[in-house]
């Protein structure tokens, strides 16, 4: 599963919506030159239809369920090694966290109530933020999946006040330092 510099094959980035995943991820792809995969992204593209739409046409539970099709995909041998970008909610199945915890380097992206709102607010494609009260929804959210999170996280790390690139650089060196230890 590592290759010779030390690092496991896939990057995977978990975290609430607007914890940075994607930012980082592409900043990982930058630094480590292999592709950045978002499996929201993936589900769109199989589709044809935005997160949006798939939640409003068919529901949040047939999104879940293609959700943990692109996993089992993404889990397939011999794939080349990748950053994986998640949506935050793809921790809720047992079975994902199992499917996440095998594909590598697993880093829970932690940020402010008031950063993910900041950033959610900017735009309309979080189908579950566009209610009354989208505080509140995150607060929820955040108590619900800790523990999911947490469950899985080889790396939890706190983001506010770092740039992307300290992020992306810390998340390399502890990458490095926990397969070192491992091998
Ligand atoms: C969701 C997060 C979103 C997307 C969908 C549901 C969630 O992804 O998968 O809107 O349940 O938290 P991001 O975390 O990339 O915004």
Redesign the pocket.
């Known amino acids: 599963m590592n290759s010779a510099d030390g690092l496991p094959k896939n990057i995977v980035l978990i975290g609430?919506?607007?914890s940075g995943?994607?930012t980082v991820g592409r900043k990982l792809q930058t630094m480590l030159g292999y592709p950045m995969i978002d499996t929201?992204h993936l589900i769109e593209e199989k589709t044809g239809m935005t997160?949006a739409e798939i939640?409003a046409q068919k529901g949040e539970q047939a999104?879940r369920e293609m959700?943990s099709a692109v996993l089992q995909e993404l889990s397939a041998p011999g794939t080349p090694r990748r950053i994986i970008?998640t949506?935050?909610?793809i921790v809720g199945r047992r079975s994902n966290r199992k499917a996440l915890s095998k594909l590598g380097y697993v880093v829970w992206l932690q940020a402010p109530v008031d950063v993910i709102l900041q950033r959610t607010s900017r735009n309309r494609d979080?189908?579950?933020l566009q209610i009354a009260d989208p505080r509140s929804k995150i607060e929820q959210?955040l108590i619900e999946r800790s523990p999911l999170y947490h469950e899985i996280a080889d790396l939890e790390l706190e983001t506010s006040g770092l740039e992307t690139e300290e992020i992306a650089c810390g998340i390399l060196e502890s990458a490095r330092y926990h397969f070192a230890a491992k091998a």
């Open positions: 609430l919506m607007g995943k994607s929201d997160i939640f999104f959700e970008a949506g935050g909610g979080r189908p579950l959210l």
